[in-house]
T-cell receptor, first 110, second 114 residues
Framework: GQNIDQPTEMTATEGAIVQINCTYQTSGFNGLFWYQQHAGEAPTFLSYNVLDGLEEKGRFSSFLSRSKGYSYLLLKELQMKDSASYLCAVIGNAGNMLTFGGGTRLMVKP | ETGVTQTPRHLVMGMTNKKSLKCEQHLGHNAMYWYKQSAKKPLELMFVYNFKEQTENNSVPSRFSPECPNSSHLFLHLHTLQPEDSALYLC?????????????FGPGTRLTVT
């Protein structure tokens, strides 16, 4: 089976750094995605990791450790507009199927 | 705008009604997906189509019937639904199958079954 865990909610301050963790136990592994979803809107792609290490893209970075079944999304210089849900999703052996975690709702406060 | 449109945006239907959700992508993608997003539950994949052929059915009840007439259009036909089917239904597309390509999501149809 597939099991993906993320914290349900996090709160951080504008201008700060926040790390959102994701752990997974899946039948095989073919990649991990992070998506951002603002309330009432569609999810939008943030990052994709298939090899171990850190992928940096502007203020957002994503890290993967396949041996530990672990990823994190790092958001720097937080802005109010970063308040959203962040969804971790994994491709297992069934390469067509993306399995999502429950999402982490991030609230950025002034 | 992600290049994926969905209609209607909101739908209220009774348990005996038949309705259809429509999705259209303007990105030239080959794969399309239906997802269900319920409150306090993870986003759940329902169906996958690649080049108009269904490649995955994630154990979805038969009261949900997908149709993909071409690579740009995807429908979800609904009949005799239950109140627990009330959710946000999201359509997505990708250049190829999900394992290697990011997915672009539509805005969703908010479905309420009464």
């Amino acid at each position: 089976g597939q099991n993906i865990d993320q914290p349900t909610e996090m709160t951080a301050t504008e201008g700060a750094i926040v790390q959102i963790n994701c752990t997974y136990q899946t039948s095989g592994f073919n990649g991990l995605f992070w998506y951002q979803q603002h309330a009432g809107e569609a999810p939008t792609f943030l990052s994709y990791n298939v090899l171990d290490g850190l992928e940096e893209k502007g203020r957002f970075s994503s890290f993967l450790s396949r041996s530990k079944g672990y990823s994190y999304l790092l958001l720097k210089e937080l802005q109010m507009k970063d308040s959203a849900s962040y969804l971790c999703a994994v491709i297992g052996n069934a390469g067509n199927m993306l399995t999502f975690g429950g999402g982490t709702r991030l609230m950025v406060k002034p | 705008e992600t290049g994926v449109t969905q209609t209607p945006r909101h739908l209220v239907m009774g348990m005996t009604n038949k309705k259809s959700l429509k999705c259209e992508q303007h990105l030239g993608h080959n794969a399309m997906y239906w997802y269900k997003q319920s409150a306090k539950k993870p986003l759940e994949l329902m169906f996958v189509y690649n080049f108009k052929e269904q490649t995955e059915n994630n154990s979805v009840p038969s009261r949900f019937s997908p149709e993909c007439p071409n690579s740009s259009h995807l429908f979800l036909h609904l009949h005799t639904l239950q109140p627990e089917d009330s959710a946000l239904y999201l359509c997505a597309s990708s250049q190829g199958l999900a394992g290697y390509y990011e997915q672009y999501f539509g805005p969703g149809t908010r479905l309420t079954v009464t």
